[in-house]
């Protein structure tokens, strides 16, 4: 998928995410493709609150969030609560969809240099 033109754009990958982005559209139902866009940002927050703790711990100038590590667990038990709320037809289109990501990044050859 990391087959660049001369000005180094992954022209494929642009396409493959075009082509499953308008799939997605078609389906016609946009409060199922909202909770998709939910779920996937509750599930992306879970690892920006833990590298919050993280760098809390290691000192890291301009990391440091009133309260401690209080601020990352609530948005964690956040994020977790509000996912139990998402149906089993997201859920099950996010892992499915995430397995496939997954797939092709470990089949790319592009990243075997």
């Given at each position: 998928m990391g087959k660049d033109d001369k000005r180094q754009v992954p022209?494929?990958?642009?396409i493959v995410t075009a082509v499953l982005s308008c799939?997605?559209?078609?389906?016609?139902?946009?409060?199922?493709?909202?909770?998709?866009?939910v779920l996937i940002s509750l599930i992306q927050y879970i690892p920006t609150a833990l590298?919050?703790?993280?760098?809390?711990?290691?000192k890291s100038p301009g990391w440091n969030v009133p309260g401690g590590k209080v601020i990352p667990i609530i948005v964690v038990l956040l994020c977790v609560y509000?996912?139990?709320g998402v149906s089993f037809k997201v859920w099950l289109l996010?892992?499915?969809?995430l397995v496939?990501?997954?797939?092709?990044?470990?089949?790319d050859d592009h990243k075997k240099s």
């Amino acid at each position: 998928m990391g087959k660049d033109d001369k000005r180094q754009v992954p022209w494929l990958a642009i396409i493959v995410t075009a082509v499953l982005s308008c799939l997605l559209f078609l389906s016609g139902d946009y409060i199922f493709l909202v909770s998709c866009v939910v779920l996937i940002s509750l599930i992306q927050y879970i690892p920006t609150a833990l590298s919050v703790m993280h760098f809390q711990k290691t000192k890291s100038p301009g990391w440091n969030v009133p309260g401690g590590k209080v601020i990352p667990i609530i948005v964690v038990l956040l994020c977790v609560y509000l996912a139990t709320g998402v149906s089993f037809k997201v859920w099950l289109l996010i892992i499915v969809m995430l397995v496939i990501g997954t797939a092709f990044y470990l089949l790319d050859d592009h990243k075997k240099s």
